[in-house]
């Protein structure tokens, strides 16, 4: 069996933590230092493969906003649950916690924290080295197949390494996205067959695929802009900041941020996008900047001054949708009504969303288990007496910029605490 194999194997343990993410890891490290004799049981082979990957492999470890009310306020309908687990441990414990264990943090633009290395795996470094610290018995390539229940409490657990038992059990099974990271959703199922609600979870945070296949000779780039969706051609929200152009539509942290909106439009009709690529200025004003470019250039091709008005490398777009535009001709030969469409085009450059890109591709999945079902002091069941649940399975939404992991580290610490001080 690969273990960390610290004591010799006795089937009596205090705790099985279920899962090696961040929530699991958190759990384990909490309640083993509170002096309990802790298990955690991982299906791969190594821990901390989603943790690995995130924030682009650089990891967004928290968002340092350390006023708890305003930080809380990014997690919608969550904000009234978390504040006694964030009482507990906050964003400025999640910086002791690591900085103390040697991972000094940066903060970055909107508040976003990395270790300073840039490197995710040296935040799971810190969790392992943690958890062998605290003698946490880590069982690897061991996944659970059920939970077995006996009245209102959980016996034993069935993996494919046996059985195995202990007085409190906590899932940190994390959620569905990047499923070839290992989080496949088993614990859902789970907490279905107990008796818990668990909301159906769909893509949260992902990318938006469009019908236009031009997006994708754009792919890699990014722009500032507003974006504009409307449903069945009327206007529903806006918002702000970069977007990025992949191979298949959008994505960037302000389309990643809309798409649960996106997906609830997208139920109720045709869904389209309007890019405004200089929001700052009305249509009129657009226009008068153009042609005070156009007038500064007069004698060359449309082109060259196309390549200095639109940034990085989206003087493409003209090309590409106003097919009659001839953008080799010289300036002076530019018609009043092209350079009124020009105008037009990138105050809104129109977009057709098909549909979120799915899982695989998912930052977050929203869902989960019901907060109502959940004890806000201690993550424990209010079904099951000695389950306690942590981290994605929480049917918590938040936006991208460390708010995810923070869950994690909050909801574990909590989970940890409480089972320690049974
Ligand atoms: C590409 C990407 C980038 C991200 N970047 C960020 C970011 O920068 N900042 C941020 O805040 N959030 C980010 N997130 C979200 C964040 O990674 C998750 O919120 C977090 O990993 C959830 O932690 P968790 O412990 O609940 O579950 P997970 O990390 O999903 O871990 C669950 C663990 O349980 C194990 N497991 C599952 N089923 C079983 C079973 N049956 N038996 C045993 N073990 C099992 C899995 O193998 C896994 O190790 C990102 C997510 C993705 C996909």
Redesign the pocket.
């Known amino acids: 069996m690969n273990t960390f194999e610290i004591d010799p194997p006795t089937d009596h343990y205090d705790v099985l933590v279920?899962?090696?993410?961040?929530?699991?890891?958190m759990a384990a490290v909490v309640a083993a230092d509170g002096g309990k004799k802790v298990r955690l049981?991982?299906?791969?082979s190594s821990?901390?493969?989603?943790?690995n990957?995130?924030?682009?492999g650089?990891?967004?470890?928290?968002n340092a906003e350390y006023d708890t009310r305003t930080l809380l306020a990014h997690y919608g309908k969550a904000a009234n649950f978390l504040y006694s687990p964030f009482s507990q441990f906050d964003v400025s414990d999640t910086f002791a916690f690591f900085e103390n264990r040697r991972l000094p943090l940066q903060v970055e633009a909107r508040n976003r924290a990395f270790p300073v290395s840039q490197k995710a795996s040296d935040v799971t470094a810190v969790l392992s080295r943690a958890l062998k610290r605290a003698r946490v018995d880590v069982v690897f390539d061991?996944?659970?197949?059920s939970l077995n229940r006996k009245d209102n409490r959980i016996a034993s657990v069935s993996?494919t390494r046996g059985d195995f038992r202990a007085e409190s059990y906590i899932l940190?099974?994390?959620?569905l996205?990047?499923p070839e990271?290992?989080?496949?959703g088993?614990?859902f199922g789970w907490l279905r067959s107990l008796g818990h609600t668990v909301r159906q979870p769909s893509p949260g945070i992902v990318p938006l695929a469009t019908k236009e296949k031009w997006v994708a000779q754009l792919g890699g780039k990014t722009v500032e802009g507003r974006v504009t969706f409307l449903l069945d051609g009327k206007r529903q929200f806006k918002t702000q900041g970069r977007i990025l152009f992949t191979h298949f539509g959008i994505s960037g942290p302000t389309i990643l941020n809309s798409a649960a909106r996106v997906g609830e439009l997208l139920e109720s009709g045709a869904v389209t996008a309007e890019i405004d690529l200089f929001p700052q200025l009305d249509e009129g004003s657009c226009d008068k900047e153009l042609m005070a470019l156009l007038e500064l250039h007069k004698n060359k091709a449309l082109k060259t001054v196309l390549k200095e008005w639109l940034p990085n490398g989206v003087w493409h777009v003209p090309k590409m949708l106003l097919p009659t535009l001839d953008t080799d001709m010289k300036v002076h030969s530019l018609r009043k009504e092209d350079r009124k469409k020009l105008v037009k085009l990138v105050k809104a450059i129109p977009l057709t969303i098909s549909h979120l890109m799915g899982f695989d591709r998912?930052?977050?999945a929203d869902g989960g288990v019901d907060l109502r079902d959940i004890d806000t002091k201690s993550m424990r069941s209010k079904l099951i007496d000695n389950l306690f649940v942590?981290?994605?399975?929480l049917d918590i939404n938040r936006p991208?910029?460390?708010?995810?992991?923070?869950?994690?580290w909050t909801t574990?610490y909590v989970a940890g605490r409480a089972v320690a001080a049974t």
Do not use: F, H, W
């Open positions: 279920i899962g090696g993410g961040p929530a699991g890891m049981l991982e299906k791969n821990l901390g493969n989603k943790l990957i995130s924030g682009g650089r990891c967004n470890i928290t061991c996944g659970v197949t993996t940190a099974t994390g959620g996205s990047r990271t290992g989080s496949t088993a614990g998912a930052v977050v942590v981290g994605d399975l991208s910029g460390g708010y995810s992991l923070q869950i994690c574990g």
